[in-house]
């Protein structure tokens, strides 16, 4: 029997979710929810799903159609709120990043989800960008040495420039519905990639932003200084204002690795004779194609997760050591 999957908040990445479920084949899609009719219709006439909600009713979603799956891809503020009750009716989670935006949401969801079996995935989808294990391996087989430090350089002109919500509201950019800037909405990812790669943070040590391009209240602009457990040093950097990069720097006691997420020949080294290494050389004839959509190889992770009853990462341990790696950043601002 197929897995029944409903989806809460169908903007536009509320639809990339709905066409990786569309393509996998245990599951179906029964029922989606959206803020109002018209986005809930259009997702619903474009999937074929036959449940529709909008407005509150997404509770009544929950109280109907027996999910299995629920994909949470509402504004930030909602994320919690959505969790909890959706665990509460029994679905297993993917829920878009940020996973919350406050100590108290991630408590209370943590509290609701470790007294279920329930399988919860944090959509961090760059994990499955096919270079990325590449990059893993060659750190972990000291190829470039002891690491020292490592920088993610993660911008795009922002949402409604560089990426395009559906919803008419532009939520995005209400500090009180997104939990705050540029570092809430990409400082994630980057939390979760050096993370992946390079073990647990201890602290935030450094926090320097600005608001130089958008008319809001929050950050657009900013850098984050992270100290690991293994003692490596962290610069973030996520911006708004800049033009598309997504680059991943590893400096080594040995050499640098460049990872260009970007790019179709994405990995470089300095110094270069470090591609003559035998192991290197075998590691880039491996490099995988970069067909699929990380999104949709997140998904049938999780589906799998939850046929198979298994908790994977990335799961809601990652999800919250994101959020609470932005949050402590942000109690360094000055009042
Ligand atoms: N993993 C990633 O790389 C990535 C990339 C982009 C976005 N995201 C995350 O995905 C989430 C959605 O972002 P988006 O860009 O898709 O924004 P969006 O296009 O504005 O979508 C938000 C959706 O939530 C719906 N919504 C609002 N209030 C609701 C309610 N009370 N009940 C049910 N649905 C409600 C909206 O409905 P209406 O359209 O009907 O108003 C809209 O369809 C955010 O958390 C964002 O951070 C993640």
């Known amino acids: 029997m197929k897995l029944k999957v409903g989806l809460i908040g169908a903007g536009g990445f509320g639809n990339i979710h709905l066409s990786g479920y569309i393509k996998n084949d245990n599951c179906q899609l029964v029922a989606v929810a959206s803020g109002t009719e ?7 006439e474009k999937f074929n799903i036959p449940g529709v909600y909008w407005g509150d009713n997404w509770k009544l979603m929950l109280e109907n159609e027996n999910l299995d799956i629920v ?10 709120e959505m969790t909890i009750k959706a665990i509460k009716h029994g679905c297993n989670i993917l829920c878009e990043k940020p996973i919350a935006i406050s ?8 509290g609701v989800l470790k007294k279920s079996n329930l399988i919860y995935f944090a959509s961090f989808q760059k994990r499955y960008n096919p270079h990325l294990p590449l990059v893993k391996t060659i750190i972990d087989n000291n190829i470039i ?15 409604y420039t ?23 909405d990409l400082g ?27 008319d809001i209240a929050n950050e657009d602009n900013c850098s984050v200084l992270i100290r690991f457990q293994n003692g490596v040093l962290g610069v973030i950097t996520v911006s708004w204002c800049n033009a598309p990069s997504d680059v991943l720097e590893i400096f080594g006691k040995k050499g640098t690795m460049r990872f260009d997420l970007h790019s179709p020949d994405p990995i470089s080294f300095n110094p270069k004779i470090l591609k003559s290494n035998q192991n290197i050389k075998l590691y880039l004839k491996t490099r995988a194609s970069r067909n699929s959509i990380g999104q949709h190889l997140l998904i049938d992770h ?28 942000y109690s360094k601002k000055n009042p």
């Not at 018209?38 to 619903?44: D, G, I, T, V």
Request: aromatic fraction near 12%; hydrophobic fraction near 35%; include cysteine.
């Open 38 to 44: 018209a986005s809930a219709k259009r997702a619903s």
């Open 71 to 80: 994909s949470i891809c509402s504004p930030n503020y909602l994320h919690a």
């Open 103 to 110: 100590h108290q949401e991630l408590n209370s969801i943590e």
């Open 145 to 159: 040495g002891e690491i020292n430090t490592v920088r993610h350089i993660f911008s795009h002109y922002g949402p």
């Open 162 to 184: 560089s990426w395009k919500p559906l919803s008419k509201e532009k939520w995005f950019f209400n500090a009180d519905k997104a939990g705050g800037g540029v570092l809430m």
């Open 188 to 214: 994630v990812h980057s939390i979760d990639l050096l993370r992946y790669l390079v073990g647990e943070y201890s602290k935030v040590e450094g926090y320097s932003y600005n608001t130089s391009c958008k």
């Open 302 to 329: 999780f589906v799998r997760c939850v046929v198979n009853k298994k908790q994977e990462r990335p799961d809601f341990n990652d999800g919250k050591r994101a959020v609470e790696f932005v949050l402590e950043a």
